[in-house]
C-alpha cells in the first residue's frame, strides 16, 4: 500500500501537482505527501538499524533471531548513545524489564540516570542540622532559601557588632 502511494504521488508530481493537492487527493497532510515523496525515514529508524547491524542481528542474550528490539540499558528512552543500546529478543527483553521494576532500578535511573544515582550522600544543613540527600560533589549547604536567608541575616548582624566593636 505505501509502495503505491509512492508512486501514485510521483505520478501526481510528474503531472505538476502540488503537495496541497495530492493531500487532498490522498487524504494525508501535505507534510506527509512530502516525507512520502522524498522517502524520508524517522531518525529512530537509522538509529534501530544500526544497532541490529551492530549486533549482527541478534539477540545479545539468548543470540535469538526473531522478534528483535532494542533495548535502553540504562532506562532513559530518550538517551539513544549507541553504548546505552543493546538488541535483544522480545522474551529476554521483557525478563530484563522485570528484574529492573523489581529491584527499583527504572524510578532511580528516571529520576537522576543510573551514574548519578549511586553519587548521592548525606549531609547535614549548615544552619539548621537537618539531614539532606546531595549529590557527592554538590557544594549545597543549605536545605532550603529560608534557612539560606536567616543565616544570611545573622552574618550581617555578627558583621554589624563586629563593626561597632571596632569603631568604639
Given amino acids: 500500500m505505501k509502495v503505491d502511494r509512492k508512486i501514485l504521488i510521483s505520478e501526481l508530481r510528474n503531472r505538476k501537482k502540488t503537495y496541497q493537492e495530492i493531500a487532498e ?3 494525508i497532510t501535505k507534510q506527509r505527501v512530502h516525507q512520502l515523496y522524498k522517502d524520508y525515514k524517522s ?3 537509522f538509529v534501530k538499524e544500526g544497532i541490529l547491524r551492530r549486533d549482527r542481528g541478534k539477540c545479545l542474550i539468548c543470540d535469538s533471531r526473531e522478534n528483535l528490539e532494542v533495548h535502553h540499558i540504562n532506562g532513559v528512552k530518550i538517551d539513544n548513545r549507541t553504548a546505552n543500546l543493546a538488541t535483544l529478543c522480545r522474551e529476554c527483553y521483557k525478563r530484563i524489564e522485570k ?3 523489581k529491584a527499583g532500578l527504572r524510578s532511580i535511573e528516571k529520576k537522576f540516570g543510573q551514574k ?3 553519587k548521592m550522600i548525606k549531609r547535614g544543613c549548615s544552619f539548621c542540622g537537618k539531614e539532606m540527600e546531595v549529590k ?3 557544594k549545597q549547604k543549605f536545605c ?3 534557612c539560606f536567608a536567616w543565616k544570611e541575616k ?3 548582624y555578627q558583621r554589624d ?3 561597632k566593636k571596632l569603631s568604639t
Avoid: P
Fill in 99 to 101: 528484574k529492573e521494576r
Fill in 136 to 138: 557527592e560533589n554538590s
Fill in 154 to 156: 545573622s552574618r550581617k
Fill in 161 to 163: 557588632r563586629y563593626r
Fill in 25 to 27: 487527493i490522498l487524504k
Fill in 116 to 118: 548519578e544515582a549511586k
Fill in 43 to 45: 531518525t529512530k529508524i
Fill in 144 to 146: 532550603s532559601r529560608k
